[in-house]
């Protein structure tokens, strides 16, 4: 079974640093990675999908890689700011079946102004 | 669209009471997920549908039941309810089963 770990739980950092979030995983047969930010009393909300294929997704500040070989990817936070400040979960998804993603426990993340 | 809607937001139960937890998404995607969330651990999957009519169980199914009538409805019914079941229940939809999944806001649900 597909185990997703999310390292560290917590961090704080002051505006403006950047910043990685780790995530690694058991077994490299996946179809896809996916990172998520959760705000507290809201849902899920995709950030990047990496294929399995690829090595690493963009969008604004953020910038996810991927190594299947080694089992882990990095979600890097660019001039980080407050509005950042939520929690930053890892899903990963096997190649079969509905019953696919597997979630990390999450990193929560500070930004102090 | 609304995307994914979940009613109610908040709830607390009696031991042994039941309640169903509702679900609906305007996105017309096939696969429907129900999951939860504990404490400082990752979501669980309950119950997926890949279309109306079929489900199927997930990681978590038990004290838990699921029917999909239509396209767009995913209710999750809890029977005798237990303090275990304490939880945030996340309803999510897709169009495909790869694909990226949309998720609605949450209901918290506290089992006394």
């Known amino acids: 079974k597909q185990e997703v770990t999310q390292i560290p739980a917590a961090l704080s950092v002051p505006e403006g640093e950047n910043l990685v979030l780790n995530c690694s995983f058991t077994d490299s047969a996946i179809y896809n990675l996916q990172w998520f930010r959760q705000d507290p009393g809201k849902g899920l909300t995709s950030l990047l999908l990496i294929q399995s294929s690829q090595r690493e997704q963009t969008s604004g500040r953020l910038n996810a890689s991927l190594d299947k070989s080694s089992g882990r990817s990095t979600l890097y936070i660019a001039a980080s700011q407050p509005g950042d400040s939520a929690t930053y979960l890892c899903a990963v998804r096997v190649q079969t079946g509905a019953n696919n993603l597997f979630f990390g426990t999450g990193t929560r993340l500070t930004v102090i102004p | 669209n609304a995307g994914v809607t979940q009613t109610p937001k908040f709830r607390i139960l009696k031991i042994g009471q039941s309640m169903t937890l509702q679900c609906a998404q305007d996105?017309?995607?096939?696969?429907m997920y129900w999951y939860r969330q504990d404490p400082g651990m990752g979501l669980k999957l309950i119950y997926y549908s890949v279309g109306a009519g079929i489900t199927d169980k997930g990681e978590v199914p038990n004290g838990y039941n699921v029917s999909r009538s239509t396209t767009e409805d995913f209710p999750l019914r809890l029977e005798l309810a237990a303090p275990s079941q304490t939880s945030v229940y996340f309803c999510a939809s897709g169009r495909q089963s790869t694909d990226t999944q949309y998720f609605g806001p949450g209901t918290r649900l506290t089992v006394l």
């Open positions: 996105m017309n995607h096939n696969y």
